[in-house]
């Protein structure tokens, strides 16, 4: 699994070696992992860019035995109207978020369709959806890895293979606490009339483990008969959209 390092990634790679999983945690910051893979047996730090075809393939060439499940978590996020978005902060965020997710998939997949089984779960965004002002780079890279992952659900269900989304709202991690002008969420409960955002109805933001629930529901066999599904955990904030 890709973003392990912190915020949902972590709890991600936590919830699944609880379950018993043998994890192998890939992020491009290696402190995160290395304190990650001492605090929980069964995770083996791997260090690597998304963005790197060489260093994605050498992780995966790297596991030994069946890959039956792939996570891909990674991303980043640069904020700025279209009208002042640098050619920068526009090739990094779909490099990591889109291109990222292709490029682990893709390899991964080689992997899983001779076994004729496996899930692949693409952790995106409820902005993938809905417009957002200021994040447009975000919300395109979002949007075209959930369509590239769904289309790879129709191209590997004839091999056992289901893909599918998680869609997170406002979730409380280092990211989203970026974007906070105050010490607390209240501003994001609140929503924001003037930029066109509604507020979170259940009233709460999320936390890192309520998204890794809904992936590890999605990769187990009591969702066996759900693949290329997107499945918003945004508290009701995009009013399903």
Not at 15 to 43: Q, T
Not at 88 to 106: H, I, K, M, P
Not at 131 to 146: L, V
Not at 212 to 239: C, E, K, N, P
Request: net charge negative; aromatic share 4%; hydrophobic share 50%.
């Amino acid at each position: 699994m890709t973003g392990a390092g912190q915020g949902i990634g972590r709890a991600v790679a936590v919830a699944l070696a609880a379950e018993g999983v043998r994890v192998v945690a890939v992020d491009r910051r290696p402190e995160g992992l290395k304190d990650l893979a001492a605090e929980h047996a069964g995770i083996v730090a791997e260090p690597a860019d998304v963005t790197d075809v060489a260093q994605v393939q050498a992780v995966v060439d790297a596991v030994d035995g069946a890959i039956d499940l792939l996570v891909n978590v990674a991303g980043i996020l640069r904020l700025g109207d279209v009208v002042d978005l640098g050619d920068e902060d526009w090739a990094q965020t779909l490099a990591v978020n889109t291109t990222g997710v292709f490029n682990v998939s893709r390899a991964v997949a080689r992997r899983m369709k001779p076994q004729r089984s496996g899930a692949i779960v693409t952790v995106s965004s409820n902005a993938a959806g809905v417009p957002r002002a200021g994040m447009a780079a975000y919300a395109a890279s979002k949007a075209a890895s959930t369509m590239f992952t769904k289309c790879l659900g129709l191209e590997l269900a004839p091999h056992g293979i289901r893909c599918n989304v998680v869609a997170p709202g406002s979730t409380d991690t280092p990211m989203q606490r970026e974007l906070w002008t105050g010490d607390d969420a209240s501003a994001v409960l609140a929503g924001n009339p003037a930029a066109f955002r509604v507020g979170i109805p259940l009233g709460r933001i999320a936390t890192p483990e309520d998204i890794a629930d809904a992936v590890l529901f999605l990769a187990s066999d009591r969702a066996r008969h759900i693949t290329m599904h997107d499945l918003y955990v945004d508290g009701g904030a995009t009013l399903r959209a």
